[in-house]
């Protein structure tokens, strides 16, 4: 009998250990069975700390700390075999070295229905992960954990290959190098809400999803300050919702949301947005990113160029409600960067944009593919824009400290009559991006910002007219006009004052067969004309030059001038450089027989002239006068059509002189111009010089020899 009741009572206590499998962990090492195992002291492992081998595991570290990974890849907790039911709560772990790469704190393959929480994570070897959870880890929930990683190209949580996933009130923080806060590839239907995440490494992405689906960001905190850095990043991932997020982005270059190649259909709602940074964008959609929805967010930039909305080869977005400040930069940007050439595809263009998006509080106009319809009589609207249309009347605008006017694949259309003031320093005043034959005239345009422009015409060609507008531009860099890879437009009569360091009154960039015809320039701190990459078939034509500064930015360009259209209409005065200059010239007098102008370059430069409609079949002296000393440098013969061509080596104050040959205005041989009866010595040299050219017969030299000889 009583070896029956020590048999029962053997038996319930292996039962009951059965029921409360467990422990206390001393040391690392592998957990294979369920239970309840608490660490009662810190731990460290050369490489992996703990492996799990069981289901139905809860893993309490009561606080103290694992030191993994001291001096070979490993992890705190190894979960690769996928066994499910796990908890990992309140664990201090520390990747041991820096040096050791791939090294993930909390690594699980196949993990589902598991909980990992209020565990405290450092990481900071390079592509080390907080948490990794990969391969149809479903139904997890990650919560309130506080996660640093330091290393490059490492992140706070990584999901991969996973679903219904809770990933919520953690605390994530990266520094280095294209790390990521939250990095999620290839997942569906999972849920990211009131997490902190914050990142400080260049191109480091706060929250990232790749190919992936259906999931939720809602109210997460996310500041980063890296150059490059984004808040939220969605590439190849659609039907997503990101809503009531607080974004901050500081760096270079940053952007609060991007979608980008082909992330179509997502949500993006009630997100406050603040970008501080120059090239920073508020919400970027790029590379067909096409079929999303923007509604009632709010955003902030206040960097150089930075867009509140800029949308790039995507269609189809619905964007309603946004409130936008944009101080210094177009709210809404539909266009590739600056100097990309502009699209021509029609639908990139298609968007519904209402006027219940603001600009600085007041209302943004859109409008896409109308035909025959005038706008008109707006006062202080926050930006308009025009695209892929035809026979637009725009007349009497009036926007104050705002964006200005863009027409995209406009034409047959015109400006007029407006008043425009921009201060951001990228704002235009006129923006016109793939149109042709407009009328832009009788404007009012000012521009406050850095690289302002007046009028912009980039990548239009096909007759454009910019008439009779009054342009003021004070910004370093800014135009009052610039045509970039843009030809055959006309420039009549257009007044303009650039009062900036490095400002241009008249850009042309990749231009050809423009015609500048009247008006004036003046720039007392800046370059009237700009002439870069240009070619030689731009003309500009008595266009008030008494003293301009001509920016050649190339050896190739050539700055095509005629002065009086009534007198010597054929008479131009063509101009190259050998390397890039600044040629400070002033003309004094323009006839056929007597060309003069002052010419200073910033440097020592080869210059060539080419003259056209000087009389034909005639000598000329070229003179050149340096430091008031006048010497001639050669006479040569124009051709039957009065074309000359020549070359001089300049620097410092020049006056050149084109003057033709006539010695035998005085009575008195030898003498010239003024005639005074006499012949000195300096004209008897010039005669000689004459004569060695065949100019002057033997007989007339002897005649003015002696007639120099006389007292």
């Not at 959609?285 to 709010?298: C, E, Y």
């Not at 034959?437 to 406050?448: C, E, G, H, W």
Request: negative net charge; contains cysteine.
């Amino acid at each position: 009998m009583q070896k029956k009741y020590l048999i029962l009572g053997l038996f319930l206590i292996f039962a009951a250990q059965e029921v409360m499998a467990g422990g206390i962990l001393t040391n690392c090492g592998n957990i294979s069975s369920g239970g309840t195992w608490i660490l009662a002291n810190n731990v460290a492992s050369s490489g992996t700390c703990f492996t799990i081998l069981a289901d139905n595991i809860i893993l309490d570290g009561a606080g103290y700390t694992i030191n993994y990974s001291y001096s070979t890849r490993g992890y705190a907790v190894n979960n690769t075999a996928g066994y499910d039911n796990i908890t990992i709560k309140d664990l201090n772990i520390v990747q041991g070295n820096s040096s050791v790469i791939y090294g993930d704190a909390i690594y699980g393959s196949g993990m589902v229905n598991s909980t990992i929480t209020n565990n405290t994570i450092i990481t900071s070897g390079s592509s080390g992960y907080g948490i990794f959870l990969y391969s149809s880890s479903n139904s997890n929930t990650l919560s309130n954990n506080i996660i640093t990683t330091s290393g490059s190209d490492g992140s706070g949580i990584r999901l991969d290959s996973s679903s219904t996933n809770t990933l919520s009130n953690n605390s994530i923080t990266t520094s280095g190098g294209a790390g990521f806060g939250i990095y999620l590839y290839a997942i569906s239907n999972n849920t990211l809400s009131n997490n902190t995440i914050t990142t400080s490494g260049s191109y480091g992405y706060s929250v990232a999803l790749y190919s992936s689906s259906t999931n939720t960001l809602s109210n997460n905190i996310i500041k980063t300050s890296g150059n490059y850095g984004v808040g939220i990043r969605l590439s190849s991932s659609s039907t997503n919702t990101l809503s009531n997020n607080i974004i901050t982005t500081s760096g270079i270059s940053g952007e609060g949301i991007l979608l980008y190649l082909s992330s179509d259909s997502n949500t993006i709602l009630n997100n406050t947005i603040t970008t501080s940074s120059t090239d920073g964008y508020g919400i970027y959609l790029l590379s067909s990113s096409n079929s999303n929805t923007l509604l009632n967010n709010t955003i902030r930039t206040s960097g150089d160029y930075s867009y509140g909305i800029h949308i790039d080869s995507s269609s189809n977005t619905n964007i309603t409600r946004n409130k936008l400040n944009t101080t210094n930069a177009y709210a809404i940007y539909i266009n590739p960067e600056i100097y990309i050439n502009p699209t021509t595809i029609a639908s990139y263009y298609n968007h519904t944009i209402d006027t219940t998006n603001t600009e600085q509080g007041k209302p943004i106009y859109y409008y896409f593919a109308n035909t025959s319809i005038t706008i008109e009589n707006m006062y202080d609207i926050g930006q308009l824009y025009v695209t892929n249309s035809s026979n637009i009347t725009i007349r009497n605008i009036t926007i104050i400290n705002k964006d200005g006017i863009t027409l995209a694949m406009v034409k047959n259309s015109s400006v007029s009559d407006s008043n425009i003031t921009t201060s951001g320093s990228s704002g235009h005043g006129i923006y016109l991006s793939t149109s042709s034959t407009n009328t832009i005239s009788n404007n009012a345009i000012t521009t406050l910002g850095i690289s302002g422009m007046g009028i912009w015409l980039d990548s239009s060609g096909n007759s454009n007219i910019l008439s009779n507008n009054i342009i003021t531009t004070s910004g370093n860099y800014g135009a009052g006009i610039e045509i970039s890879s843009s030809s055959t437009n006309t420039l009549l009569n257009n007044t303009i004052t650039t009062s900036g360091n490095t400002g241009f009154g008249i850009a042309l960039l990749f231009a050809r067969n423009n015609i500048i015809l009247g008006g004036s320039i003046d720039s007392t701190n800046s370059y009237d004309y700009s002439i870069w990459d240009a070619g030689t078939t731009n003309n500009f034509t008595n266009t008030n030059f008494t003293t301009r500064e001509i920016y050649f930015y190339d050896n190739i360009s050539q700055f095509n001038y005629r002065n009086d259209t009534t007198n010597y209409p054929n008479l131009w005065l063509k101009t190259k450089v050998s390397v890039s200059t600044v040629l400070n010239r002033t003309l004094a007098s323009w006839t056929n027989s007597n060309l003069v102008w002052n010419e200073t370059p910033d440097g020592t430069v080869t210059v060539n002239y080419q003259i056209l409609g000087l009389l034909g079949n005639n000598y000329y002296d070229v003179y050149n006068t340096a430091a008031g000393l006048q010497s001639k440098s050669f006479t040569t013969l124009t051709d039957s059509n009065g074309a000359l061509n020549f070359s001089l080596t300049i620097s410092g104050n020049n006056e050149i002189r084109v003057v033709v040959v006539n010695i035998t205005t005085c009575s008195v041989k030898g003498d010239q111009s003024p005639c005074d009866g006499k012949v000195d010595d300096f004209e008897i040299l010039d005669y000689i010089d004459h004569w060695s050219m065949g100019h002057v017969s033997d007989f007339d030299l002897l005649t003015a020899i002696d007639n120099w000889a006389k007292p």
